[in-house]
């Protein structure tokens, strides 16, 4: 997509810190890291939300995204690490290219929660159940 940042990372036509790409994948180093080797992976190919990935798209990255995830854990010495994935602006994404964020975790890093669970009303859960199983048959 022309007006792609990610697009323009992945086709090389502005400057990133490439960690590693394949004929299917890219991984960059973020510009605005919450954390040093804050890195982000990629499919080649834009596609705005996560849904909209192939099973081809979605198992290279799933092949390559524990590898990264260890080699930032590797380097950082971090405790432990976030996979940020996010979907839609109401759920903080501004790159609209579908990327995974690996964040790794410390006592001094950027990245915070919030979250407050709630509560099934009464029978709720399994009308929920059955919608979604219906759902994926389709
Ligand atoms: P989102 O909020 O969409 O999940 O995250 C987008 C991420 O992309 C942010 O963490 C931001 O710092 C990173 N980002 C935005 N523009 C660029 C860029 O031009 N180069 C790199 N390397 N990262 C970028
Ligand atoms: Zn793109």
Same mark, same amino acid.
């Given at each position: 997509m022309s007006d792609c940042i990610f697009c323009k990372i992945v086709a090389g036509e502005i400057p990133s810190h490439k960690v590693f790409e394949n004929d299917a994948v890219f991984a960059f180093l973020d510009i605005a890291p919450l954390a040093e080797a804050h890195t982000l992976l990629v499919p080649r190919r834009h596609v @705005?939300?996560?849904?909209?990935? @192939?099973a081809d798209e979605s198992a290279a990255i799933g092949a390559v995204l524990p590898k990264l995830a260890a080699a930032v854990q590797k380097i950082t010495g971090a405790a432990g690490y976030n996979i940020l994935q996010n979907n839609g602006e109401c759920a903080g994404q501004v790159v609209m290219h579908v990327h995974f964020h690996i964040i790794p975790r410390n006592g001094a890093d950027g990245l915070g929660f919030r979250w407050h669970p709630t509560k099934y009303a009464p029978g709720r859960d399994k009308a929920v159940l059955a919608e979604l199983q219906s759902a994926l048959k389709n």
């Open positions: @705005t939300q996560l849904d909209q990935l @192939t």
